[in-house]
């Protein structure tokens, strides 16, 4: 049996962890058709069906999860230790891997990200943005972005951004023709925008706060929306009430174009970190890029 190419492996395993073509070759920066008929030539060399194939999904077979288990270590071994090589150049040097939400990436992550990368040519960031709250030991990324009270125990966080505080706004003819809600509890007569979360399926509930009593409440509405831009947008057309950001609608609150209720019951809360595995070794690429974002009061 002929031995296959270490970089087949190393796409094969690509495959077998995003389970689809498609995200897989972005990943690795080659077309779904040539990463296809690179992993038949694969099985064929092996002698053994590596992959099943839909046309939904690729899943890895028994023969695959076994072959993606003993060399992945492996693998993932040479890459740190080109990694650790490549730290010896006089600039440091390399790709990394982000996962964050719109809001962090438009409000905290962009304006320092982009002085970043001018003063670090060598440096490459790839940024995944979506709504969605990703595995980053599973999906291989080196850090992701959330709101600091939604981290996991095992994670180091490094803040990045100051308090948030959330804002319950419509505008002034919704509060004409329907009343303004004066606790959390009155917004169950209120037509309110929800948001969908992602990775759940369900909807976020609002949450309040006032002297040390926390109100969590399920709102109704015609409207449910899986971004807070979005949703926004749709508080200004006069929808209904949403429950964004603060920095989102202020300039629309100051012209009058919003009007903010339940603001006593919104306190700050810990705003953005950036957070990866406490295992994971730093690369002088990526601590510099921690330093960057650090949050300095």
């Known amino acids: 049996m002929a031995r296959p190419p270490i970089a087949d492996l190393a796409l094969f395993l690509a495959v077998a962890r995003e389970r689809s073509f498609t995200r897989a070759a972005a990943q690795l920066g080659v077309s779904p058709s040539a990463l296809s008929q690179t992993m038949r030539g694969l099985e064929e060399r092996l002698g053994v069906r590596l992959l099943s194939r839909t046309t939904r999904s690729v899943v890895p077979t028994e023969a695959g999860e076994r072959l993606a288990a003993s060399v992945g270590p492996h693998l993932d071994g040479i890459e740190a230790g080109l990694a650790a090589v490549s730290e010896l150049r006089d600039k440091p040097a390399g790709t990394i891997r982000i996962t964050t939400v719109d809001h962090a990436a438009e409000t905290i992550l962009w304006p320092k990200l982009a002085r970043f990368l001018a003063e670090n040519p060598d440096i490459h960031v790839d940024l995944v943005v979506d709504n969605m709250l990703r595995d980053i030991v599973a999906e291989r990324f080196d850090a992701g972005i959330r709101m600091g009270e939604r981290l996991a125990r095992d994670m180091i966080a490094v803040r990045i951004g100051p308090d948030i505080r959330l804002a319950a706004v419509a505008t002034p003819a919704y509060f004409e023709a329907h009343g303004k809600p004066k606790t959390p509890h ?7 925008i929800n948001l969908r979360l992602a990775t759940l399926g369900g909807v976020y509930v609002w949450e309040f706060e006032k002297a040390a009593r926390e109100i969590n409440v399920r709102v ?9 831009a979005v949703i926004t947008t749709a508080t200004l057309n006069g929808v209904g009430l949403g429950f964004v950001p603060e920095d989102l609608v202020q300039q629309h609150i100051e012209a009058g174009a919003l009007v903010r209720v339940l603001e006593d019951w919104t306190p700050p809360f810990p705003g953005y970190h950036l957070y990866y595995p406490s295992r994971r070794q730093q690369s002088p690429a990526f601590a510099l890029l921690v330093d960057a974002l650090r949050y300095r009061d």
């Open 186 to 192: 009155d917004l169950a007569h209120h037509s309110c």
């Open 220 to 228: 109704d509405g015609q409207l449910t929306i899986n971004d807070i």
